[in-house]
């Protein structure tokens, strides 16, 4: 494997299937090992750099890896190996290409940055993305043509049989608690 050299660092944190990373705890792992890069910016377009390195290493193996029997998924939630079947997810394409350019890293600006920061703020107080739609949709086992009632009703269920004063597992209930967030918001 050549290029990112995040890849190897990354790459062994997956080979171990007991564990599911999230985006953000991979990050925390890597730069707590003093793995991330050595990149010369500061503030936000360190963090930016820094998660381009990462996400670039992800997509990268993502590719290199279906070549090997194995599907690497990318979820922000759910960062794992899993055998390749014939049934892949489909994934953002457009996502991937941005990540896989390295120009977009060294050709983004602080001011950039900042900017991106502020849209994405925006949106994140507004409607959910349609990635986050349909990852609420699959956490709730429902279809992209659910309505509001039939969420609400799901969640219901979900919530009673995952919610850990009933012996259910927290992290799922969490998870439900999101999904029910982005698709309608506080009941």
């Known amino acids: 494997m050549t290029g990112n050299r995040l890849k190897l660092a990354v790459l062994a944190r997956l080979r171990r299937p007991e564990v599911r990373?999230?985006?953000?705890?991979?990050?925390?792992?890597?730069?707590?090992?003093?793995?991330?890069?050595?990149?010369e910016a500061e503030g936000d377009l360190f963090l930016f750099r820094c998660n381009f390195a990462l996400m670039n290493a992800l997509y990268t193996l993502q590719g290199e890896l279906a070549a090997a029997g194995w599907y690497l998924q990318l979820d922000s939630l759910d960062i794992r190996l899993l055998p390749l079947t014939a049934h892949l997810p489909v994934t953002d394409s457009a996502l991937?290409?941005?990540?896989?350019?390295?120009?977009?890293?060294?050709?983004?600006?602080?001011?950039?940055?900042?900017?991106?920061?502020?849209?994405?703020?925006?949106?994140?107080?507004?409607?959910?993305?349609?990635?986050?739609?349909?990852?609420?949709?699959?956490?709730?086992g429902l279809g992209e043509d659910a309505d509001r009632l039939q969420i609400r009703r799901r969640w219901r269920e979900l919530a009673l049989a995952h919610h850990p004063d009933r012996g259910g597992d927290a992290e799922i209930f969490i998870r439900l608690h999101w999904a029910r967030e982005r698709l309608i918001g506080n009941i």
């Not at 990373?21 to 990149?39: Q, S």
């Open 96 to 140: 991937r290409d941005y990540y896989l350019d390295w120009r977009h890293c060294w050709q983004t600006g602080a001011a950039e940055v900042e900017a991106l920061l502020s849209d994405f703020w925006r949106r994140v107080a507004t409607e959910p993305s349609e990635t986050e739609r349909r990852e609420a949709l699959a956490l709730l």
């Open 21 to 39: 990373w999230k985006i953000h705890e991979l990050y925390a792992d890597l730069k707590n090992a003093g793995e991330l890069p050595a990149l």
